[in-house]
């Protein structure tokens, strides 16, 4: 799968969940959203390092990675930023530099 069809399924899921569980989606929401997700991922990795409560989870800490990257596509998609674009811009350029 690319990163635009994970997008696309992505934001499916996301209007779907929301409306199951009648989430308002505001303006800041998603960006919200991907810092909570990030505290998460944070706090799972500090388990799997042994540096807080719980027990290490290898599969918690790939399913909270897994809600960062699709709450980042969610606020990417809010933002109109396009992420493939980004990225060739940011960082994938070094390749070309190299090559």
Known sequence: MNLSDLSTAVL?????????HGIERSG???LLKVQEELGELTAEHLRMSGRARGSADAGKLGDEA??????????CDRAGIDIEQAMQRKWLHWLEKTA
């Open 28 to 30: 800041d929401w998603a």
């Open 12 to 20: 499916r899921i996301s209007d779907i969940y929301a409306a199951e």
């Open 66 to 75: 897994a809600d960062v990257l699709g709450m980042l596509l969610i606020y």
